[in-house]
Every structure is written in structure tokens, then in C-alpha cells.
């Protein structure tokens, strides 16, 4: 299974909104709803913030926002703040009963 | 409050096995699946495989076949992930993380800190 495709690096100034991208295949991202993002903080785990596309987990920013059109998922925060600076990765449950993951977006507030 | 710990870090020869535990505590360690994912030194997240303890199934990612094996002791509420033929290429923090249902939900909530293989002659 190939991994999902997303921009290597985003920026933006604070408060600003910014998009990230994944996009896969008819038998990942464009087959199913089942698109999640995560969050990684340097020396951490990864952390849930969407899931399903569009759900946020209780706990986290009502700034971040998912959605999916064909074979493209996105992300977007809102608002941004400095503590977002991290990585986000994409995920998505595939035909083969397995997951992929994208390379990850190095999200940098200006 | 679920939480996932997991064994410490391991230095090993190329050519051998690792074995990677993951205790879970809060809920029922039998209504959801554990995933394990691996990261490489700079990179990204690669999944592995997951178990559904339920039903003691297993998925394997397909690059890891015959080298992986994922197990459960539902009695010790942990699973276990065990890489056999180490190269350095597996060099890499390896998680586990919960799945909240066994077959329906389909993405990682809670994680483990991460156990650091070193893999080195």
C-alpha cells in the first residue's frame, strides 16, 4: 500500500488559516470516510485531532477542522497559534483491512 | 482514563527478535484493537499491524509479513509486538495505540509513549 501523498512544509503567521492536503486512492482516502489527522510535537506521540473525516475528539480546538472531496482530504487550522508548530499526519483505512499514512506536514508559524 | 505503557528501550544485533509490550489500563482491554506504528529517526509514521483481542485476530501490514507478530494476553490487559531478522533499517521508535472498537472505529485515540529500537552490530 503506498503511502498517502501531503505538502512536505506549511507556514503561516499567527492567527492566519492554513490547509493541509492528503491525497490517496479509490481504496483509501476516496473509498471511505475513514480519514484521521494527527499531531506530533517533537519527542512525542502522536496526538488525535480528527477523525472521520470531520470529528474532533472532546478536548481539542474547535480551530481545527477537517473535511474530504474525492480522493483528497483536508486540514485546516484556524486561528493559528504558536503551540500548533508540529507535524501532522494523515491517515486512512484502506481496502486491504490496513491503514496508511501520509509522510507528514511540518506546519511552521511564522 | 485509558493509558497505554509500554516496555523500555531495547539495543539489539542485527539478525535478531525484538519483543515490544504495551500495558493498557482504564476500559476493557477486550472492546477495542491495538495498532502498532513505527517511526524511523526523521520520518514518518509506518503501520504495522493490529489485533483485535476479542477475537485474537491479526492484520499485518504487507512489507511485514513473516517478520512481525502481534499477540495479546488479555488476562495482563497487554499485547505484545514481536520483529524477528532485525536489520538497521528497523531502527525506530515503535508505538502502540488504541482503537476505541474492535471493528468500527477506525483510528488511534490513546498512544503509547514509544519503545526505542536501536538496532546496531
Known amino acids: 500500500q503506498s503511502a498517502l501523498t501531503q505538502p512536505a512544509s506549511v507556514s503561516g503567521s499567527p492567527g492566519q488559516s492554513i490547509t493541509i492536503s492528503c491525497t490517496g486512492t479509490n481504496s483509501d482516502v476516496g473509498g471511505y470516510n475513514y480519514v484521521s489527522w494527527y499531531q506530533q510535537q517533537p519527542g512525542k506521540a502522536p496526538k488525535l485531532i480528527i477523525y472521520?473525516?470531520?470529528y474532533r475528539p472532546s478536548g481539542v480546538s474547535n480551530r481545527f477542522s477537517g473535511s474530504k472531496s474525492g480522493k483528497t482530504a483536508s486540514l485546516t487550522i484556524s486561528g493559528l497559534q504558536a503551540e500548533e508548530e508540529a507535524d501532522y499526519y494523515c491517515s486512512s483505512y484502506t481496502s486491504s483491512n490496513s491503514y496508511v499514512f501520509g509522510p507528514g506536514t511540518k506546519v511552521t508559524v511564522l | 482514563q485509558v493509558q497505554l505503557v509500554q516496555s523500555g528501550a531495547e539495543v539489539k544485533k542485527p539478525g535478531s527478535s525484538v519483543k515490544v509490550s504495551c500495558k493498557a489500563s482504564?476500559?476493557?482491554?477486550?472492546?477495542?484493537?491495538i495498532t502498532w506504528v513505527r517511526q524511523a529517526p526523521g520520518q514518518g509514521l509506518e503501520w504495522m499491524g493490529r489485533i483485535i483481542p476479542l477475537f485474537g485476530t491479526t492484520y499485518y501490514a504487507q512489507k511485514f509479513q513473516g517478520r512481525v507478530t502481534i499477540n495479546a494476553d488479555e488476562s495482563m490487559s497487554t499485547a505484545y509486538m514481536e520483529l524477528s531478522s532485525l536489520r538497521s533499517e528497523d531502527t525506530a521508535m515503535y508505538y502502540c495505540?488504541?482503537?476505541?472498537?474492535?471493528?468500527?472505529?477506525?483510528?488511534?485515540?490513546?498512544w503509547g509513549q514509544g519503545t526505542l529500537v536501536t538496532v546496531s552490530s
Open positions: 495505540a488504541r482503537s476505541p472498537h474492535p471493528t468500527n472505529q477506525y483510528f488511534f485515540d490513546y
Open positions: 472521520d473525516v470531520s
Open positions: 482504564g476500559g476493557t482491554f477486550s472492546s477495542y484493537a
